[in-house]
């Protein structure tokens, strides 16, 4: 199994694969391409989106600029909104959901690493996949971390820092990001 077999895969790497260097390159490519884009040119802007992400949703956006490891990992949802200065550590696959609002400045990092200092110093890694549902919405500066689910319709306040899953309906807050509001009541 090769490296990029085993980040595929969800195991622990190291990122020294060919393949992986390739595909970091060629992101690094794309994001170059899409945050240089006029916005004058709205369909070259769009079209490298479309090469870059592994999915865009119809009328899905994301605001130059914006950053990725890999894009291919990336889905985005229809109708769904990134702003500004966006950061996705797409190591694992990052789920974006139909609907979805997110704020300037915040980042989807599902890569990990070890806690053991041998491990580090080897430069072994792994990821964990980031799913956020449907209409989610998350505020300015908001972090969510490896392996962590948002549920539909749920409001992560800005600046909040999601260290794990968030039920749906529900408004979050703080670091670790809980959950303060049930928004199913207020319906």
């Known amino acids: 199994m090769t490296m990029k077999d085993r980040m595929l895969a969800g195991e622990p790497y190291v990122a020294d694969d060919p393949a992986i260097i390739a595909d970091l ?47 291919f990992q990336t889905h985005l949802g229809p109708r769904s909104f990134v702003n500004f200065n966006a950061v996705f550590l797409d190591v694992a696959r990052i789920t974006i959901g139909a609907d979805v609002q997110l704020g300037p400045n915040v980042q989807l990092l599902t890569a990990t690493h070890p806690v053991e200092p041998e491990a580090r110093r080897a430069k072994w890694e792994a990821a964990e996949p980031i799913t956020i549902g449907d209409n989610a919405w998350l505020g300015g500066g908001v972090i969510v971390l490896a392996g962590v689910r948002v549920g539909d319709n749920t409001v992560v306040g800005a600046g909040a820092v999601v260290t794990r899953d968030l039920p749906a309906n529900v408004v979050a807050v703080g670091n670790p990001a809980r959950p303060i509001k049930n928004l199913a009541k207020c319906a």
């Open 25 to 71: 390159d060629r992101a690094a490519r794309l994001t170059e391409r899409f945050n240089r884009s006029s916005a004058d040119d709205p369909q070259g802007r769009l079209a490298a989106l479309r090469d870059l992400l592994g999915s865009l949703g119809e009328g899905a956006w994301i605001r130059p600029p914006f950053h990725c490891d890999y894009g």
